[in-house]
């Protein structure tokens, strides 16, 4: 579906709502499966904000390259299932699909085989110009994963001229071919990437904005600051900074640009309740909506078996526990004594196994195994008159509409739209 209006054209209207005193946040959510983007959906509909699907490439991402791990999706099956969901539950709102860390060595094998750089900026070009094709309204251009600093910094100057050339091509291709105008993000909010100051942000900003005006680019609709926050296990274990955010803030608006905040999960209320005074533009938030979905599925587990004898249950906590473990995407997100285990290790460790269970069973929805014990326990549980798909749906909008309430996005989608036709 198309949006009533652009990206870059709901960031200048949210700007100027802001300068009126009407404040608030935006949010982007990580499309982790159909269901978390059908209740995310379906609550932006019923509460009128807009909604931003961040995909990263290990997600969503081309056949040539894998596909993504999230229901296999290339970027036109995303495209067209977000469609067709949008279709099922009559949504028409604005829905911005949007490239979550789209650059050079984002996808994990990548990065692993040290690709050239050359190779590895090839491929993520290949991959931003199927995002365009396919009608992604939003791309970030993050070039610092680059594993020849894995040890250190990506050189500031390399970072600014990496994500210039990137996007001048991206828009010499899109101009070329006809295609809708796309908005770009840049930045990181990784350490290594060398813009973990108030100082260094402001000044990758002034000289980001300065050799895209020279290139004859427009500025970015945001840039990724880092405030602070740190997502590990299920919590936040970083120290959110209230004053560098508002700095961060000021000084993007310079440019008429948003700050984004990435690794926004698990916040206190008290912080997100603060992010429409402080200025931040927008925050990002992925695997907080997928534990929720995943426990919201172990819940139903223990309801199917109260209530289902025992011959007929499903297996899912066990199946579901053992894909988690072996796929040993749990490193990323668990402290480092965690991250040494072997895979053996973790599954005679219940308590690990539940633990990484919950962190990860998101990563495990699609494979056959278990979605067809996630299918038969539904099916089950339909039997004793419990709608495990609609629990599931709630405890998602539940969980989201905690961010969208504190970042006062209730009640916005009409006003943008209304300001960027004025």
């Not at 198309?2 to 005193?21: D, F, P, S, V, Y």
């Not at 840039?223 to 803030?249: D, I, P």
């Not at 299918?375 to 339909?382: F, G, I, Q, T, V």
Request: include cysteine; charged fraction near 30%.
């Amino acid at each position: 579906m198309k949006n009533a209006i652009t990206i870059r054209q709901m960031c200048e209207a949210a700007r100027r709502l802001n300068e009126k005193g009407e404040k608030f946040s935006l949010i982007g959510v990580g499309p982790m499966s159909k269901t978390l983007i059908k209740a995310v959906l379906e609550l932006a509909k019923e509460k009128d904000f807009p909604i931003m699907l961040i995909a990263s490439r290990n997600q969503v991402d081309s056949d040539e390259f894998g596909h993504g791990y999230v229901c296999d999706w290339d970027q036109d099956r995303f495209v067209a299932d977000v469609e067709a969901i949008e279709k099922e539950i009559g949504f028409d709102g604005l829905c911005y699909l949007c490239r979550d860390h789209g650059g050079p060595w984002q996808r994990d094998e990548e990065r692993a085989a040290k690709l050239p750089v050359d190779e590895a900026i090839a491929i993520c070009i290949r991959s931003y110009k199927h995002d365009m094709e396919a009608g992604f309204d939003l791309l970030h251009i993050d070039p610092t994963k680059d594993p020849e600093f894995a040890m250190g910094t990506v050189p500031f100057d390399l970072v600014i001229d990496r994500t210039i050339d990137i996007i001048d091509e991206l828009e010499k291709f899109r101009k070329e071919k006809g295609l809708p105008e796309v908005g770009y993000e840049a930045g990181t909010e990784e350490t290594n990437g060398g813009l973990t100051s108030v100082e260094a942000f402001s000044d990758f900003i002034d000289i980001l904005v300065s050799k895209m005006n020279a290139r004859g680019l427009m500025a970015p609709e945001f840039v990724v600051g880092q405030t602070g926050t740190l997502t590990r296990l299920t919590e936040n274990v970083g120290h959110f900074n209230r004053e560098n955010a508002a700095k961060l803030s000021e000084n993007a608006l310079k440019h008429n640009v948003g700050i984004k905040e990435h690794n926004g999960d698990y916040l206190s209320d008290k912080i997100l309740l603060e992010h429409p005074h402080l200025g931040v533009t927008a925050m990002n938030v992925a695997p907080e909506f997928g534990v929720v979905e995943t426990r919201a599925y172990l819940e139903l587990a223990k309801v199917e078996e109260r209530n289902v004898p025992e011959a007929e249950r499903s297996n899912l906590t066990a199946v579901m526990s053992e894909y988690a473990v072996r796929s040993q995407r749990w490193r990323k997100w668990v402290l480092a004594d965690m991250a040494n285990a072997t895979v053996e290790e973790v599954l005679q460790d219940a308590d690990l196994t539940a633990q990484i269970t919950d962190i990860c069973g998101h990563y495990t929805y699609e494979i056959p195994a278990v979605k067809a014990e996630i299918a038969k326990m539904l099916e089950n549980l339909k039997k004793v008159d419990v709608d495990g798909e609609a629990y599931v749906i709630y405890k998602i909008k539940e969980s989201v509409d905690r961010y969208a309430f504190c970042f006062g996005l209730h009640g916005t989608t009409s006003k943008l739209i209304a300001e960027a036709n004025k």
